[in-house]
T-cell receptor
């Protein structure tokens, strides 16, 4: 029972490079989220999706793009990485109904030099 | 917009009871969640309150007062393994109740 899986788990980029983080969930959840976590700042929402083919901006969307072409996958892209994007990225999914329960992946640690 | 406030750090002794408070401001409110995160790990869900009152799950309880925009997490019979960061998160009306905004977290240290 995999739950939410993120790849890659670690990555080092140079400024200006691009990359994509992949999130996959096997729980048939409609809602998926990308957060970043920096020391002392908690979890900040980057983008989220309420279903296949939909995306919406969160608190800190600048410099990121997302796509939800398949229900089980939510991709986070950095077109031109900057050192300010050095962070730990968490993907999460949520099931239906009146619930505040998010299921998180193990995180992807990104360093931009 | 939304904002949440919680203490940055709390220290307690093993076996004691500790309460972590969370106050929030939001334009529309669906519910308040609590999460636990051990160093470097994935946050894990503890509880969710949509209505006023106390929810109990084992040693952990969570309380909500919608009129006061306030909630707390109560941890009883503290154990060393409870040392972690605890986050409150608001599910608010923006985005149709699908956005969850997190506080900055409370680091709990349990001492012998």
């Amino acid at each position: 029972n995999a739950g939410v899986t993120q790849t890659p788990k670690f990555r080092v980029l140079k400024t200006g490079q691009s990359m994509t983080l992949l999130c996959a969930q096997d729980m048939n959840h409609e809602y998926m989220y990308w957060y970043r976590q920096d020391p002392g700042m908690g979890l900040r929402l980057i983008h989220y999706s309420v279903g296949e083919g939909t995306t919406a901006k969160g608190e800190v969307p600048d410099g990121y793009n997302v796509s939800r072409l398949k229900k089980q996958n939510f991709l986070l892209g950095l077109e031109s990485a900057a050192p300010s994007q050095t962070s730990v990225y968490f993907c999460a999914s949520r099931g239906p109904g009146d619930t505040g329960e998010l299921f998180f992946g193990e995180g992807s640690r990104l360093t931009v030099l | 917009g939304q904002s949440l406030e919680q203490p940055s750090e709390v220290t307690a002794v093993e076996g004691a009871i500790v309460q972590i408070n969370c106050t929030y401001q939001t334009s529309g409110f669906y519910g308040l969640s609590w999460y636990q995160q051990h160093d470097g790990g994935a946050p894990t869900f503890l509880s969710y309150n949509a209505l006023d009152g106390l929810e109990e799950t084992g040693r952990f309880s969570s309380f909500l007062s919608r009129s006061d925009s306030y909630g707390y997490l109560l941890l009883q019979e503290l154990q060393m393994k409870d040392s972690a960061s605890y986050f409150c998160a608001v599910r608010d009306a923006l985005g149709g109740g699908n956005k969850l905004t997190f506080g900055t977290g409370t680091q709990l240290k349990v001492e012998l």
